[in-house]
């Protein structure tokens, strides 16, 4: 009998399966970190299908944040300038609950707004969309996934017909061509990437493209990469398209009987020939005939992407274009074929299944449509017409409605948008005008937690018990394995708690966390993420289960296997059928012509920035920034800038250089490389203010949003660049 507990890492979407044991056990020496302090053993779970055991830098030292910087009581103060005092949760609470009812009766209940998160198990993002949406009768819960992959889940909607990836990880060791785009996998999901490289190397015959502007290490492992200039995607993914359709490459079959629009696309293309691509696009002409060659001899196409082609002001349409390619050559519905997006945050898909975005309902349903509506009030017993038509506001609404003086309430949770929201001059100056924030997380300090009123202590991942979902649509259970820290609660049992304090004690009269996952999957039921055959007695007894899933009798996970599978037997791929989940069952092409960087730059603005992520790091440090051997490895934020740019400011190695945008500023010491093509550079953005003086990425990035999924373009603005020495 072991003391380890099975469990999922909880940084990236990935998924990774671990095991966590006490830091002493009979007959063993007891765990240390660096400093000497026991601490719980992690390690890669070989029966997890998902990652088979393995894990990367940020899965292996995830114990080391669970006695860090905790916050470990509630805290309030009157105003922001006030230094925050210790109270019981009885106090806070009645605080909270005080401050509902003044802006429900005053503002009415759009004045009220969630800012949640994908680190949320599925169990907070349901019970914070039953108190919002359902009994407080808006929409205004937005989670950071809107920040990370929101473009995916408007593309996946207007092309199938609903969300949800098609593909599984086994696909990466079933292709012959993997494309990705806009994703350094590497650095940033380094278990798929791990997966995906040891096949590549192993099997001579499979491709692997890599479109980014920047050199990464994802793109170093690649047999082609494509490095556009910065907004050229749809251009480039034209181009494609239009070789394939000049060489014959398409599956006529497929078009004609699974998909509508075709025509509309193809007139599209017809004015992208490689010449004229390889300008927009700024790589040569045989690049582009090269990639298209591949996609054309391969039997099996797999694309990949995630926050490169989401973050932008036409991440849908990018999405749509990735997704047209697949539908034009039939590379979809079948073992190593198809689109298949990557999401950032560990639950973030768990997200999408519960609604926990402002446009989006429990069941993979939509606010605007009235049958959803009605399904969701008739199972959450209200009254007809009680869940409001409107879609709420998305993160950044939240800022602009702080801004005019809509947001009465603002309740953020296991995030942290002082550092990771666009423009955070603008951001910050909001949050400071904000009437009352509740802050709820597991740390302290953040960065945004000097803009709070109260501060609620959150139990962390391992102090409580749920599930996630992965980007392969893997369900895990995620077991409780010790104590909150202090006077931590989940999540969804402080939004229940205040949703029985404000009169719907029958709709939260909850025991346990399985009790509101079993809830929850009622909701399921029928819809293209059913999860009805699902439960955590069945996922305790038989360890992760994929969906779509409504046969309890059915786990179609193989761990017979010394390397454990998703089989074949239950629809482990979507669309195997060619049936899609549109009306009338056929995908939609999407025709576009690219309408380039919302901030494109010019004279004075001579610099496109683009930000990303570093291998060891998470998101805005609230984690890594705390754990010994991730610092190591990543001490300093800084920028990438070419050589040639480089002698033309006349700077040298290491030379700290000012970064100007029309928001904000910067100062970021020189990595000079030729990873970064000329006229662009690159500052990681996980450094807020906390870690680094005057060296957030995102005071410099603008909140300018793609149309149809509202997420912000992130991934570029443009800067000037001044040696420090001269100012
Ligand atoms: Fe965790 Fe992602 Fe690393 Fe896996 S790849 S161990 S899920 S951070």
């Not at 924030?437 to 991942?461: C, M, N, S």
């Not at 392969?472 to 909150?484: D, G």
């Not at 290491?654 to 030729?674: D, H, M």
Request: hydrophobic residues 35%; glycine residues 8%; neutral net charge.
């Amino acid at each position: 009998m072991t003391d380890a507990t099975k469990t999922l890492c909880p940084y990236c979407g990935v998924g990774c399966g671990l095991e966590v044991s006490p830091p002493a056990q009979p007959g063993k020496a007891t765990n240390r970190d660096s400093k000497g302090t026991p601490i719980w053993k992690v390690q890669g779970d070989r029966t997890h299908p998902s990652s088979q055991g393995m894990v990367c830098v940020k899965g292996a030292t995830i114990a080391e944040s669970l006695n860090k910087d905790r916050l470990h009581y509630p805290m309030m103060r009157d105003s922001l300038d006030q230094p925050f005092q210790r109270v019981s949760w009885e106090e806070a609470l009645d605080r909270i609950v005080q401050r509902f009812k003044t802006v429900l009766a005053t503002q009415g209940s759009d004045g009220v707004c969630m800012y949640g998160s994908g680190q949320f198990q599925t169990q907070d993002y349901y019970i914070a969309q039953k108190l919002l949406k359902g009994c407080l009768g808006t929409n205004n819960f937005d989670a950071n996934s809107r920040l990370c992959m929101s473009s995916a889940v408007a593309g996946y909607i207007q092309s199938f017909g609903s969300d949800g990836p098609p593909c599984c990880y086994d696909d990466l060791e079933l292709t012959d061509c993997a494309f990705l785009i806009g994703t350094n996998t590497a650095e940033c999901h380094p278990i798929v990437f791990n997966r995906l490289r040891k096949y590549h190397k192993k099997n001579q015959h499979v491709k692997m493209i890599v479109v980014d502007p920047r050199r990464t290490p994802t793109a170093e492992a690649a047999d082609l990469h494509l490095a556009i200039k910065p907004g050229t995607d749809i251009d480039l993914l034209n181009g494609i398209a239009h070789l394939l359709m000049r060489w014959g490459y398409i599956d006529s079959e497929f078009i004609e009987e699974c998909t509508n629009n075709f025509p509309a696309f193809a007139e599209v293309i017809s004015h992208y020939p490689p010449e004229v691509v390889a300008k927009i696009c700024g790589i040569e002409e045989r690049e582009i005939e090269i990639a298209a060659q591949y996609w054309a001899e391969s039997k099996r196409v797999l694309s990949l992407w995630s926050m490169g082609v989401n973050q932008s002001s036409e991440g849908t349409a990018k999405v749509r274009n990735i997704i047209n390619l697949h539908l034009m050559t039939g590379q979809i519905g079948k073992p190593g074929a198809g689109p298949f997006s990557l999401t950032g945050q560990p639950n973030a898909m768990g997200g999408r299944e519960a609604g926990g975005l402002s446009h989006i309902l429990p069941g993979y349903r939509l606010v605007k449509n009235p049958q959803h509506r009605a399904e969701v009030e008739q199972a959450w017993g209200l009254t007809p017409g009680a869940i409001s038509p409107n879609p709420g506001r998305t993160a950044w609404d939240m800022i602009t409605g702080l801004e005019t003086g809509d947001v009465g309430l603002l309740w953020i949770a296991a995030t942290n948008p002082a550092v990771s929201m666009p423009d955070l001059v603008r951001t910050k100056a909001a949050l400071m005008r904000s009437p009352f924030t509740i802050y709820q997380d597991a740390y302290y300090p953040t960065e945004t937690a000097a803009f709070a009123h109260v501060l609620l202590p959150a139990a962390q991942w391992g102090e409580k018990t749920g599930v996630m979902t992965n980007s392969e649509r893997v369900i895990t259970l995620c077991p409780a394995f010790k104590p909150p820290v202090g006077d931590g609660r989940p999540d969804w049992e402080i939004f229940a708690e205040v949703g029985r304090r404000l009169g719907f004690a029958d709709k939260f009269a909850f025991k346990n966390s399985a009790e509101v996952y079993a809830e929850f999957v009622e909701l399921t039921r029928d819809r293209p993420c059913d999860q009805t055959g699902i439960s955590h007695e069945r996922l305790h007894q038989e360890g992760p289960i994929q969906w779509p899933c409504a046969d309890s009798s059915i786990n179609n996970i193989d761990r017979h296997n010394s390397r454990p599978k998703v089989l074949d037997r239950t629809p482990k791929r979507m669309y195997t059928d060619f049936r899609f989940n549109t009306p009338d069952g056929r995908a939609r092409f999407g025709a576009y012509h690219s309408r380039g960087l919302a901030e494109p730059a010019d004279p004075n603005y001579p610099f496109v920035l683009t930000t990303g992520r570093l291998y060891g790091h998470w998101h805005t440090l609230t984690r890594t920034g705390r754990i010994d051997k991730i610092k190591q490895m990543h001490p300093n934020p800084f920028i990438e800038i070419h050589p040639r740019d480089a002698v033309g400011l006349g700077i040298t190695d290491g030379e700290l250089l000012e970064v100007r945008s029309r928001r904000g500023r910067g100062r970021f010491p020189a990595l000079i490389t030729k990873a970064i093509a000329p006229g662009t550079v690159f500052v990681p953005m996980h450094w807020g203010s906390l870690w680094a003086d005057q060296a957030e990425a995102n005071a410099l990035t603008h909140p300018e949003a793609c149309p149809d999924s509202l997420q912000p373009e992130l991934k570029a603005c443009a800067v000037q660049l001044l040696p420090v020495r001269n100012h």
